[in-house]
């Protein structure tokens, strides 16, 4: 089945630095990959989300690029801001209506 | 526009015993799925439907199970409760399918006892 690691599980950055996570999947139908956001006991939140025809996207401080032959996508976040702090999650998604989730990342950004 | 709604936001069951959560989509959207979420096992696939169909399911024994009905509300069973179901569990819906954004809803907080 698919499978999705997501490096590194936290991640401790000063604000105003830059946060790279990255995400490996195995399932070459995978087409949707979206990036969550979940703050401490709240609901995940889509923040960026890239498909299978596009290289790279950017939403301001947001930008999430594709390699499909490399398999893995990465979520990078510029100029960090203590607010940006939170539990982060990629996952891949299929047409066949499966989703399937990263491990997570922790990302603590130091005033 | 309502956002996802799940009942009850927080259960406690006993070992053996069965429970039902529910979940109402965001007017207009098909698709509902169903995710489990323990401290450091991340989001884990439960099942997703469209239609009153299970299009999709994760690997979970058959203790759990899912339906959905012809107004797009889905509940989940969990039968025979071990202690290790004890999760969030969180339901999200899309307008159609997987790739397309999903909208979360608060989950339910299941304890086992």
């Known amino acids: 089945g698919e499978n999705v690691e997501q490096h590194p599980s936290t991640l401790s950055v000063q604000e105003g630095d830059s946060a790279v996570i990255k995400c490996t999947y195995s399932?070459?139908?995978?087409?949707?990959f979206p990036w969550y956001k979940q703050e401490l006991g709240k609901r995940p939140q889509l923040i960026i989300d890239?498909?299978?025809?596009?290289g790279e996207k950017k939403d301001q401080r947001i930008a999430v690029t594709l390699n499909k032959t490399a398999k893995h996508f990465s979520l990078h976040i510029t100029e960090t801001q203590p607010e940006d702090s939170a539990v982060y999650f990629c996952?891949?998604?299929?047409?066949?209506?499966?989703?399937?989730f990263g491990d997570g990342t922790t990302l603590t950004v130091k005033p | 526009k309502a956002g996802v709604t799940q009942t009850p936001r927080y259960l406690i069951k006993t070992r053996g015993q069965q429970v039902t959560l529910s979940c109402s989509p965001i007017?207009?959207?098909?698709?509902v799925s169903w995710y489990q979420q323990t401290p450091g096992q991340g989001l884990q696939f439960l099942f997703e439907?469209?239609?009153?169909?299970?299009?999709n399911k994760g690997n979970f024994p058959g203790r759990f199970s899912g339906r959905q009905f012809s107004n797009s509300r889905s509940e989940m069973n969990v039968s025979t409760l071990e202690l290790g179901d004890s999760a969030l569990y969180l339901c999200?819906?899309?307008?159609?399918?997987?790739?397309?954004?999903?909208?979360f809803g608060q989950g339910t907080r299941l304890t086992v006892v």
């Open positions: 999200a819906s899309s307008l159609v399918d997987s790739t397309v954004e999903a909208f």
């Open positions: 399932d070459s139908a995978s087409n949707y």
């Open positions: 890239i498909r299978s025809n596009v």
């Open positions: 996952a891949a998604n299929t047409n066949a209506g499966k989703s399937t």
């Open positions: 007017s207009g959207h098909r698709s």
């Open positions: 439907y469209f239609s009153e169909t299970q299009r």
